[in-house]
């Protein structure tokens, strides 16, 4: 069974960068059917993309938050992760990571992070 | 970004009776290969969303018959034939035809 678990600071200050972890199991991230989302979920904004990665590092992020984000992959821990640096509280929201397969569509989500940004 | 508009917002439902959801996109989601991405997401309280419709009307394994999904295009439903108690949530339309993916605002179903 294809498990996601996102891990990472639950507080981020403002105008600090955001660091989150998702160990892939039962999966592997170096296979090339699938890619490998970050996703966020507030009230005011909904369901929100913020990028895929796939195996070979190729990126997309959402061209709203392009300027503050970087993805990377480690095919060698089963891991992908997602910066978002500059954060407000704006991006406070709940942070999921979830997998695409290619010629299928998104399926498997982790359980989330809670990421606040206050001082 | 290709706008998601479910309807209704909220749908109180009786046990045992229909219930159907709308979603509407604001292009085609019909891709190159032939392949129309929409996927239907519940999400219990608490929990992530899990996937129950993908590629428009293929159930997921596990998903209990009395979810279907239908559409084409840019107009979508997703049915419930007898809605059950444990259906209670919040159910999402994800598009993964266009970047960025983008889904709708949500629809609660409710038990009356």
Same mark, same amino acid.
């Given at each position: 069974q294809v498990q996601l678990q996102e891990s990472g600071p639950g507080l981020v200050k403002p105008l600090e960068t955001l660091s989150l972890i998702c160990t892939v199991s $039962? $999966? &592997?991230? &170096? &296979? $090339?059917a699938y890619d490998w989302n970050w996703i966020r979920q507030s009230a005011e904004k909904g369901l929100e993309w913020i990028g895929r990665i796939y195996s070979s590092g190729f990126t997309h992020y959402n061209p709203s938050l392009k300027s503050r984000v970087t993805m990377s992959i480690d095919t060698s821990k089963n891991q992908f992760s997602l910066k978002l640096n500059s954060v407000t509280a704006a991006d406070t929201a709940v942070y999921y990571c979830a997998r695409t397969t290619i010629g299928e569509g998104t399926d498997y989500w982790g359980q989330g992070s809670l990421v606040t940004v206050s001082s | 970004d290709v706008v998601m508009t479910q309807s209704p917002l909220s749908l109180p439902v009786t046990v045992g009776q229909p219930a159907s959801i709308s979603c509407r996109s604001s292009?085609? +989601? +019909?891709?190159g290969d032939g392949n129309t991405y929409l996927n239907w997401f519940q999400q219990r309280p608490g929990q992530s969303p899990r996937r129950l419709i993908y590629k428009v009307s293929n159930r997921d394994s596990g998903v209990p018959e009395r979810f279907s999904g239908s559409g084409s295009g840019t107009d979508f439903t997703l049915r419930i034939s007898r809605v059950e108690a444990e259906d209670v949530g919040i159910y999402y339309c994800i598009q993964d035809t266009h970047w960025p993916r983008t889904s709708g605002q949500g629809t609660k179903v409710e038990i009356k």
């Open positions: $039962g $999966g &592997s991230t &170096s &296979s $090339g | 292009q085609s +989601l +019909l891709f």
